[in-house]
């Protein structure tokens, strides 16, 4: 059985930074791609970051540049680096990890941007 989490979160003030973190826990083999999605309030979940397994990434458009994701193979985790964060980031943060092809999914953290 497989266990995703993702501790972190919570408030923060615009234009500061916050880490989110995913942890993978229980009977893994190997995890293959790994993402990070967010659903802002009143909007659909959208994708954010993905992280291959050999640490090749991909973002958003608006996570470009401000958002960096990175992963721990040895630790079986995923971080999510949010830098000059606003109040359209506020939204809850889900990871993902991928395992012999199926998808596990975490349930989420809640980020809030206010000042």
């Known amino acids: 059985q497989v266990q995703v989490v993702e501790p972190g979160g919570g408030l923060v003030q615009p234009g500061r930074s916050l880490r989110l973190s995913c942890v993978v826990s229980?009977?893994?083999?190997?995890?293959?791609?790994m993402y990070w999605y967010r659903q802002c309030p009143g909007k659909q979940r959208e994708w954010v970051a993905t992280?291959?397994?050999?640490?090749?990434?991909y973002y958003v458009d608006f996570a470009k540049g401000r958002f960096t994701v990175s992963r721990d193979n040895s630790k079986n985790t995923m971080t999510l680096q949010m830098d000059s964060l606003n109040s359209e980031d506020s939204a809850t943060y889900s990871c993902a990890a991928t395992i012999k092809g199926l998808h596990y999914w975490g349930q989420g953290t809640q980020v809030t941007v206010s000042s």
């Open positions: 992280i291959s397994s050999t640490g090749t990434t």
């Open positions: 229980g009977t893994i083999y190997s995890i293959e791609t």
